[in-house]
């Protein structure tokens, strides 16, 4: 194994291509392979057939409930949230959630299975009241019980976050309370269109310390709109002042859909209003040198940890080696017995399809075995460092050999090495993997960068 080498790209291959200086719109993301506009609606009856079928031996369950409710819409947020919807319609889509979970639970792919890990991402999962959260947890687990989950992480806004509501989540068995504080300057925060300020960070963060979350995490954005080099470090140190278990830092994109886009496109203009990428990239290589002074080793392009041997993310490290992923709600996304699949995009048809005893399924795609390895492998070189021996025994293929001309490429730039069993990206890398990874996607798949 030790034998094989990567040869050199050409001469002409050896110089990076220029990086786009300013933040331009796009999704610069890669959360998933192959890309969401090759899943189809007339694949669904693929999704349906691998319901039926037993789970692969060994392969873990987790689920993801999308709760998509928020007391504002940040101007920055891209994914499917609603500001405008009362009590009766979060009833509704609670119910229409817990009818999709007993729907699913009855089906063969589930095995006997219990979930190992369960995730409430949004939107704001925090926005529903202890009565809802309460209602939904516990249907949930009267379904697939929760006597073996490792992991349940809760993804929160700060000033959603009453005493009352965080004893109640760590009752229910929330092990990881995800804070989206994302700044601590007030003005920042609100012409952003973020609902909290920092006063609430600090509340929400201590009573959750004190009444004792096994994992608190922090998510910082590096480039928002008016932020500063000044207040980017700042927000650094309180955040090692805080010194919370984890910490996400994400750099500002752009997507088509946000409220920031859709100024630009009125105004005419092709620039979005926030740091170019080698400033954020400056930002976050700043981040990532003081959290490592501070104790913290970084384990991902975006997460840093206090403790390596404490501190997990079971929800990305299973997704990322195949685990399946029931996926609930508006716009979810999931991935059962080698099949992806997505929900309804609207509120309105989602529930309502639910309500009828139909399926909330929008489109789906079942990868060939050669995209499976390339997703396991891109999304996994996201943690800085991957053994080519997991994947020759996993799917029969060593990816020295798979991705050569990838990996001479990304060598050739001076962002990747090859030493024996270890493919390792170096920090510079790192910070801009999103954009790298497209070097292994298959022709058919390749598509235009914004950065």
């Not at 786009?20 to 189809?40: A, L, M, R």
């Not at 005493?163 to 300057?185: C, P, W, Y």
């Not at 930002?283 to 390596?308: I, M, Q």
């Not at 891109?378 to 029969?396: N, R």
């Amino acid at each position: 194994m030790n034998s094989i080498t990567v040869q050199p790209p050409p001469a002409s291959a050896s110089q990076a291509p220029a990086l786009q200086k300013e933040t331009t719109v796009g999704n610069y993301f890669v959360s998933n392979y192959p890309p969401f506009s090759f899943w189809k609606t007339e694949s669904v009856g693929e999704f349906a057939a691998a319901l039926e079928r037993p789970p692969a031996p060994a392969t873990p369950l987790g689920v993801y409930l999308h709760i998509p409710f928020c007391r504002k819409r940040c101007h920055f947020c891209y994914f499917r949230v609603y500001t405008d919807k009362d009590s009766a319609a979060i009833r509704s889509y609670i119910d229409a959630a817990i009818r999709e979970l007993t729907y699913y639970s009855q089906k063969p792919f589930i095995g006997g299975r219990k979930p190992s890990f369960v995730y409430f991402g949004g939107g704001t999962p925090s926005y529903l009241s202890v009565d809802q959260l309460r209602h939904l947890t516990d249907s949930m687990k009267r379904l697939l019980p929760w006597d073996e989950v490792e992991e349940v992480t809760f993804e929160a806004e700060p000033g959603t976050l009453t005493d009352h509501k965080l004893k109640a989540l760590r009752e229910m068995g929330v092990t990881r309370l995800s804070l989206g504080v994302e700044n601590f300057d007030d003005h920042i925060l609100e012409i952003n269109g973020r609902a909290h300020l920092s006063k609430e960070i600090a509340r929400a963060y201590s009573y959750a310390r004190e009444i004792g979350f096994p994992q608190i995490n922090i998510d910082l954005i590096a480039g928002m709109v008016e932020e500063t080099d000044a207040n980017w470090k700042e927000c650094v140190r309180k955040t090692i002042e805080m010194s919370p278990d984890s910490v996400t830092v994400y750099q500002m994109e752009i997507p088509y859909n946000t409220t920031i886009y859709k100024q630009m496109k009125a105004e005419g203009k092709l620039v979005a209003p926030v740091a170019d990428w080698e400033t954020k990239r400056g930002w976050v290589r700043y981040a990532f040198n003081e959290f490592e002074k501070a104790g913290y080793t970084v384990s991902t392009a975006y997460t840093v940890v206090k403790s390596k041997e404490k501190t997990q993310f079971l929800y990305r490290d299973r997704l990322w080696a195949g685990a399946d992923l029931l996926g609930l709600g508006v716009a979810s996304f999931g991935h059962i017995g080698g099949t992806h699949y997505q929900n309804l995009h609207d509120f309105d048809p989602y529930v309502q399809a639910l309500a009828s005893g139909g399926s909330g399924v929008y489109r789906a795609l079942t990868p060939t075995a050669d995209e499976r390895l390339l997703r396991e492998f891109i999304l996994q070189l996201k943690t800085g460092s991957v053994s080519a021996d997991y994947f020759t025994q996993k799917f029969g293929v060593d990816p020295r050999v798979r991705f050569a001309q990838g990996l001479a490429t990304l060598g050739g730039w001076g962002f990747a090495e090859v030493a024996g069993d270890t493919i390792r990206l170096n920090r510079d890398g790192l910070l801009q993997v999103d954009r790298l990874l497209h070097e292994f996607f298959l022709p058919e798949h390749m598509n235009v960068r914004y950065a």
